[in-house]
Nanobody, 123 residues
Framework: QVQLVESGGGLVQAGGSLRLSCVASGRTFTTYVMGWFRQAPGKPREFVATISGGGGTTYYADSVKGRFTISRDNAKNTVYLQMNSLKSEDTAVYYC????????????????WGQGTQVTVSS
């Protein structure tokens, strides 16, 4: 089992930046692939970014590539999502999630989830 707690959301103007954090507790952090997902009102939850246990492999949704960066600090059991050049369409609740084994992009493949943090981008 692993427990996940996100923080760092808020209200920001278009073009601004935010950094989300997700702290994990439980089993050895490096055994988990970590992912960030988001869900806007009336829309399904969608993949944003994922990172391997050692941090050497990352994948991004096309919509955030070049603007968002996922990283992790295994000494602090924390995964980050640095979001730059934010757009109004990035407004959503952002969730971090964890799974063991290989990187996947599908929300249903992640058994562990945080409670989410709201990101609102004003235009």
């Amino acid at each position: 089992q692993v427990q996940l707690v996100e923080s760092g959301g808020g209200l920001v103007q278009a073009g601004g930046s935010l950094r989300l954090s997700c702290v994990a507790s439980g089993r050895t952090f490096t055994t988990y692939v970590m992912g960030w997902f988001r869900q806007a009102p009336g829309k399904p939850r969608e993949f944003v970014a994922t990172i391997s246990g050692g941090g050497g492999t990352t994948y991004y949704a096309d919509s955030v590539k070049g603007r968002f960066t996922i990283s992790r600090d295994n000494a602090k059991n924390t995964v980050y999502l640095q979001m730059n050049s934010l757009k109004s369409e990035d407004t959503a609740v952002y969730y971090c999630a964890a799974r063991t084994a290989r990187l996947v992009l599908t929300p249903a493949e992640y058994p562990y989830w945080g409670q989410g943090t709201q990101v609102t981008v004003s235009s």
